[in-house]
Antibody, heavy 117, light 111 residues
Framework: QVQLVQSGSELEKPGASVKVSCKASGYTFNTYGMSWVRQAPGQGLEWIGWINTKTGLPTYAQGFTGRFVFSLDTSVSTAYLQITSLKAEDTAVYYC??????????WGQGTLVTVSS | QTVVTQEPSLTVSPGGTVTLTCASSIGAVTSGYYPNWFQQKPGQAPRTLIYSISKKYSWTPARFSGSLLGGKAVLTLSGVQPEDEAEYYCLLYYGGAQLGVFGGGTKLTVL
């Protein structure tokens, strides 16, 4: 069965960096893209972007360019989201979600990133 | 900045029918926006219900259906159950179907 298992919660100081992982299983990793979604506490979902797992080409939404970086390690079927120069407003749950063309089907369980001094 | 608008909240009685809508600030929602609908309960990850306007997954209950109506994407719940109380989000694609934008979500109360 398809599973997306994300890394555990992170507590970081402002200005630091964090890298969230999303390990896929139950399907051929490079046949589906991977989207990333943010949800701040008590807020709605925000689409950060997606990465083509066949080519490695990332696409970022407006407002998520520069500090947000997608990467892959196809040898272990894992996608990564790195956030640099963390700010308090980056505090949120980050989700990965499998995507085929414009169809989002399976989701990871979410990773809470807390930015606090 | 493209804005996707949903009703902030709706209330429905058990067994009733409710319609949630998803509008685009650019204009009418068409098939080229590939509307997706998601359900999220407190403390849980979102669950995908509908993709490409009206297509369902194996886990999507039959009482959920998607369509386009009046220039909006629509999610209809028929025969609402207490467990349908949740937040519902739509997702539309722009920029040659490469960029996604979520709606603000609709909090559905079953009362």
């Amino acid at each position: 069965q398809v599973q997306l298992v994300q890394s555990g919660s992170e507590l970081e100081k402002p200005g630091a960096s964090v890298k969230v992982s999303c390990k896929a299983s139950g399907y051929t990793f490079n046949t589906y893209g991977m989207s990333w979604v943010r949800q701040a506490p008590g807020q709605g979902l925000e689409w950060i972007g997606w990465i083509n797992t066949k080519t490695g080409l990332p696409t970022y939404a407006q407002g998520f360019t520069g500090r947000f970086v997608f990467s892959l390690d196809t040898s272990v079927s894992t996608a990564y989201l790195q956030i640099t120069s963390l700010k308090a407003e980056d505090t949120a749950v980050y989700y990965c979600a499998r995507v085929l063309r414009q169809e989002v089907d399976y989701w990871g369980q979410g990773t809470l990133v807390t930015v606090s001094s | 900045q493209t804005v996707v608008t949903q009703e902030p909240s709706l209330t429905v009685s058990p067994g009733g029918t409710v319609t949630l809508t998803c509008a685009s600030s650019i204009g009418a929602v068409t098939s080229g926006y590939y509307p997706n609908w998601f359900q999220q309960k407190p403390g849980q990850a979102p669950r995908t219900l509908i993709y490409s306007i009206s297509k369902k997954y194996s886990w999507t209950p039959a009482r959920f259906s998607g369509s386009l109506l009046g220039g909006k994407a629509v999610l209809t719940l028929s025969g609402v159950q207490p467990e349908d109380e949740a937040e519902y989000y739509c997702l539309l694609y722009y920029g040659g179907a490469q960029l996604g934008v979520f709606g603000g979500g609709t909090k559905l109360t079953v009362l």
